[in-house]
């Protein structure tokens, strides 16, 4: 383990975890120095480390004496991303300290506090490796490719991996012409007939336009109210009442028959008289007075049946109503049957995921095995919650499995979360399965070997982020493609006010929006002075290696 000095223009990590290690392998393929300082990390990541040519100090990034050895004073940057938000702030204040105006980029899950930050400490940028992940794991429970999401405007854009399916018939068409269908920006240097698996940005409502088919929450028909509420009557019901309730219903179904045929009457007047003798109003104007005593019978066994099925509609109406409320007491929601995802694992993940899913007004479940974690009681009495082990057959019963259409496992346990997606396979083998794989390499191992659909690294995700918005700033989404680092950054037009987008093309920045727009291809007027402009820059990544 190295003990040297820091690297003058290099960028100060403190704290490699999963995501630090991340970070420091993107920055040394980008050509950036790297000095990680860290108290404590795996041994085999310091050794891949030093092998990449990272600096590695030994010690409490919080020792100031210390920070200022690992270079504080020539920094290019610092981003601060142990486990611990308080631990992250501090290192913030000491280095700001020591060292006024250095860029500096805080990891930090409480977002509100990082909003407070930023602009009381006017740090570069403050992340959550949870919340740069969420949505990468929701587009895949929904079977989407979104690569990120940022505001504009008042507006909701975002960047994702577009694959039309071959039945789309924008599927032929040129990229140009795809740009002017769907309205949205191909972000890769393309103009082929080739439309297969294109990265683009624009506004998230013509994102969901464009991916219409394809996601389930696209699919999913609205709910019609008074349909909706006989349906969740019918699923609160016991069995025994749910059978009665057909047995009967088959029974008055075919008194409609008997009657017609019995007092010769067409079948809205047949209809009639049934419901009459069964709600027992007997208006008196059609009877069985004169009819036949075989029928008379059979209008009595009607009359008795009836009363039973008052009696059944009122027992289901009671329970459904005595369940909900029940459930508002001790404030629990119930379970969507069908058409829904099921969320194992209410860590600061799950807690992300679960308010990317509500946003998007997507139906979901949550699985916890503990009661008395936090998360899941910020949860509870707002939505669907299970508490139980995701890994048993049971709670992911509870959880609705058989009718969802996706399993999202982000416990903190690979093995488990591995599991949990078999399992739920085998139980509704139509199941779209997500998982979160700490280990990047290990994830792209599932995904292929155990036929899931997607296994993730949270780290993998979030790293380009980091790494971004430590070199550059007004970042709003990063993301590693065919050897590149993808940087879309919204920054005010200044030196490249008057300047034509032709030219600062050549420079290796793509204008991709002007004043709240996206920009047209093709329009090439000076960009104006008070313009907020979008950016795409694009640097070349070493290739990774075996060690990676």
């Not at 020539?74 to 204040?93: C, P, Y």
């Not at 079977?143 to 599927?171: I, M, N, Q, Y």
Request: proline fraction near 4%; hydrophobic fraction near 50%; charged fraction near 20%.
């Amino acid at each position: 383990m190295s003990s040297e000095s820091g690297r003058p223009g290099a960028v100060i990590l403190c704290g490699m975890g999963h995501v630090g290690f991340r970070i420091a392998r993107l920055l040394r393929r980008l050509g950036e120095e790297v000095t990680v300082v860290t108290s404590a990390s795996r041994t085999e990541w310091i050794d891949k480390a030093q092998g990449f040519g990272t600096v590695v100090v030994i010690g409490d990034a919080r020792d100031e004496a210390l920070l200022s050895r690992a270079g504080l004073a020539t920094a290019k940057a610092l981003i601060a991303a142990t486990g611990h938000d308080a631990t992250n702030v501090e290192i913030a204040l000491d280095a700001l300290a020591g060292r006024p105006g250095l860029p500096v980029v805080l990891r930090l899950f409480d977002q509100t506090l990082a909003h407070e930050l930023e602009t009381t400490l006017r740090l570069r940028g403050t992340l959550a490796m949870s919340s740069l992940a969420a949505p990468a794991f929701a587009s895949a429970a929904l079977g989407e490719k979104l690569l990120g999401a940022f505001p504009l405007d008042g507006a909701t854009f975002v960047v994702g991996r577009l694959d039309l399916p071959t039945s789309s018939p924008l599927h032929e068409h040129a990229v140009p012409a795809l740009e002017e269908h769907l309205a949205l920006r191909v972000l890769e240097d393309v103009r082929a007939s080739d439309v297969r698996n294109l990265v683009v940005v624009g506004r998230k409502v013509d994102w969901d336009r464009a991916t219409a088919g394809v996601s389930p929450r696209a699919r999913r028909a609205p709910r019609v109210w008074p349909l909706g509420l006989v349906g969740d009557v019918w699923r609160e019901a016991r069995p025994a009442l749910r059978v009665l309730a057909v047995t009967l219903a088959a029974v008055f179904a075919a008194s409609v028959a008997v009657f017609g045929f019995g007092l010769n009457l067409g079948i809205v007047d047949a209809l009639y008289f049934l419901t009459a003798t069964v709600t027992t109003t007997g208006y008196g104007d059609i009877n069985l007075l004169n009819a036949p005593a075989a029928l008379k019978l059979y209008g009595c066994l009607v009359m008795l049946l009836g009363a039973l099925a008052v009696a059944t509609v009122t027992s289901m109406l009671t329970e459904f109503l005595v369940t909900s409320k029940l459930q508002d007491l001790v404030g629990r929601r119930r379970a969507p049957k069908e058409g829904h995802v099921v969320i194992a694992g209410l860590g600061n993940l799950g807690y992300r995921l679960v308010e990317e899913l509500r946003s998007g007004e997507v139906p979901f479940v949550a699985i916890e095995r503990d009661e008395d974690a936090p998360f899941a009681r910020s949860v509870h009495g707002t939505a669907p919650v299970v508490y139980g082990d995701a890994r048993i057959a049971e709670a992911l019963e509870r959880a609705g499995i058989a009718g969802a259409d996706a399993i999202v496992a982000v416990t903190g346990d690979d093995a488990a979360n591995l599991g949990i997606a078999l399992t739920a396979r085998r139980l509704n083998p139509a199941i779209r399965t997500v998982v979160r794989v700490f280990d990047a390499t290990f994830a792209a191992k599932a995904r292929t070997g155990l036929g899931l659909h997607s296994a993730m690294s949270a780290s993998r995700i979030a790293a380009p982020a980091f790494a971004a918005t430590a070199l550059f700033s007004g970042v709003r989404a990063a993301f590693v493609r065919d050897g590149r680092l993808v940087v879309v950054l919204e920054r005010p037009a200044g030196d490249l006010a008057g300047r034509l987008p032709s030219d600062i093309e050549k420079e290796g920045m793509r204008l991709l929006a002007r004043s709240g727009k996206l920009s047209i291809p093709g329009d090439d007027r000076p960009i104006g002075e008070g313009e907020a402009l979008v950016l795409v820059v694009e640097r070349a990544l070493t290739p990774e290696t075996s060690e990676d």
